[in-house]
């Protein structure tokens, strides 16, 4: 009566605590660089079956950070290539990079990226 409509209620108890224990936190100490890092955009076209986390493990290790963009399909990419964008940190512990150095990195990842993957920039 009075507009009220009947619904459903639906009542429980969940323990959380027997669900999930939650894990003890671990501090972490990551150290910052002494001297500035460059960020620069990569964009390179694989074959469709090629994930991320396959480029990421490549890319990783030769750079300070790495970190997905974008993934395109459409006109401008042939059929079964997608092409990523991704964004990569450069620095150096004993100085500034130079334009000279940081062409080379980028390079360097581009090459074992085609190498390892077949990645190509795009045409």
């Not at 009220?4 to 639906?10: A, G, L, N």
């Not at 429980?12 to 501090?27: D, G, I």
């Amino acid at each position: 009566a009075a507009g009220i409509k009947r619904e459903q209620t639906v009542l429980f108890e969940l323990n959380v605590e027997k669900l999930a224990p939650l894990p003890s936190r671990e501090n972490r100490f990551v150290h910052l660089p002494s001297f500035p890092l460059v960020e620069q955009d990569l964009s390179l076209t694989f074959d469709e079956n090629v994930r991320w986390h396959d480029v990421e493990e490549i890319v990783a290790p030769m750079a300070w950070a790495v970190r997905f963009v974008d993934e395109y399909r459409g006109k401008q990419v042939e059929a079964g290539k997608k092409s990523v964008t991704f964004r990569v940190w450069l620095g150096s512990s004993t100085g500034t990079l130079t334009s000279e150095q940081v062409e080379q990195n980028m390079e360097r990842i581009a090459g074992k990226l085609k190498k390892k993957l077949g990645g190509e920039f795009r045409s």
